[in-house]
């Protein structure tokens, strides 16, 4: 959803829960994943075709 450039509420809404707890998801791919920021994870999911 991050690499479709939906935003934290857009994210929350689509699956039920709330925009804070969207925003911890967000946060935490980003620290799995290596990266800066949802560019970063944006460009990760292209790169291994999840998106």
Do not use: Y
């Not at 039920?16 to 998801?25: D, E, L, M, N, V």
């Not at 970063?40 to 291994?48: N, V």
């Amino acid at each position: 959803m991050v690499a479709g450039g939906r935003s934290n509420p857009e994210i929350a809404a689509e699956l039920f829960i709330s925009a804070g707890t969207a925003k911890t998801h967000v946060a935490n791919a980003q620290r799995k994943l290596g990266v800066r920021n949802r560019v970063g994870i944006a460009a990760w999911a292209w790169e291994h075709g999840h998106a």
